[in-house]
C-alpha cells in the first residue's frame, strides 16, 4: 500500500512538541513518521495472553515482528490516509522497515546512554536513539552502516564487534517504534527523540562508531 500527499490535514500540525501532553496514537506516530521523517511504516503483531496477534501457533517471536498480511504505510502518508489504514489493523505494533532510510546500530542501553552523553557534550551528530523494554539502544544512523560496521570497527582498531556487544541492523529487519509496545515487554521509548536535521538524514555511523565502541568495550570491563 503506498500513499501520496495531497490530504487537507497537515502534519506539520502534529510535530513532537505538539502532542507531547498525553500518550500519541498509534496513528497520530505513524503520521508523523511517514509525513515528516520520510520513513515507511509496518503493522506489528502484538503479544498477548501468552500468544502472538498474528495467530501462528508457536510463533517464534510473539509482539516483535510485522504483521506478514498487512501492507506497508509508505513514506509520506498523511495523517487522514494513516488514520483510514491503520484502522483496518487496531492496535497493531508500529515498526519501521531497517536498511531504507535508516540503518540501526544497537547497543545495551546503559553504554547507549553513556554513549549519548558523550556524543551531545562533543556536538558529535545524533540521530534518533531509542531504547527497547528489553535492555538495548538503537541508534538511527545513514543506510549501509549495517554492512560497513565490521569494516570500520577494524579499522578503528577493533578486531572483535561481537565482544562490544555491538550490533548492526540493515536491510530486511524491522524495529518496534514508540510509542509501541514489544514482545509484551513493555514501551518502546525514546532516548533522543528525531527532529527534521537528523530523522530526515541521519549521520554517518563512522561519526558515531568510536565513541560507541569506546563505551561499549568500558561497560564490558
Given at each position: ?5 495531497g490530504s487537507s490535514r497537515s502534519i506539520r500540525d ?27 511504516v509496518v503493522p506489528g503483531a502484538r503479544a498477548g ?172 570491563d
Open positions: 500500500m503506498g500513499f501520496t500527499i502534529i510535530r513532537p512538541g505538539s502532542r507531547r501532553r498525553g500518550r500519541a496514537s498509534e496513528s497520530t506516530a505513524v503520521a508523523e513518521f511517514t509525513g515528516l521523517w520520510g520513513w515507511d495472553g501468552g500468544g502472538c496477534s498474528c495467530g501462528r501457533r508457536g510463533c517464534r517471536a510473539p509482539g516483535a515482528h510485522p504483521l506478514e498480511f498487512a501492507p506497508e504505510v509508505r513514506a509520506g502518508a498523511t495523517l487522514d490516509e494513516v488514520t483510514d489504514a491503520w484502522g483496518e489493523f487496531p492496535g497493531a505494533a508500529v515498526m519501521l522497515p531497517v536498511g531504507r532510510a535508516f540503518d540501526v546500530i544497537e547497543v545495551a542501553e546503559p553504554a547507549g546512554r553513556r554513549a549519548l552523553v558523550r556524543l551531545e557534550r562533543m556536538g558529535l551528530p545524533v540521530g534518533p536513539v531509542t531504547a527497547t523494554p528489553d535492555g538495548r539502544a538503537h541508534f538511527l544512523v545513514a543506510p549501509g552502516a549495517a554492512a560497513e560496521l565490521p569494516a570500520l570497527l577494524y579499522r578503528m582498531g577493533w578486531d572483535d564487534p561481537a565482544s562490544l556487544d555491538l550490533r548492526g541492523l540493515g536491510p530486511g529487519r524491522h524495529i518496534t517504534a514508540p510509542p509501541s509496545d514489544r514482545g509484551g515487554l513493555g514501551p518502546v521509548r525514546w532516548l533522543r527523540s528525531p527532529a527534521l536535521d537528523s530523522a530526515t538524514k541521519p549521520p554517518a555511523a563512522r561519526l558515531l562508531l568510536g565513541t560507541l565502541a569506546y563505551v561499549a568495550h568500558r561497560s564490558r
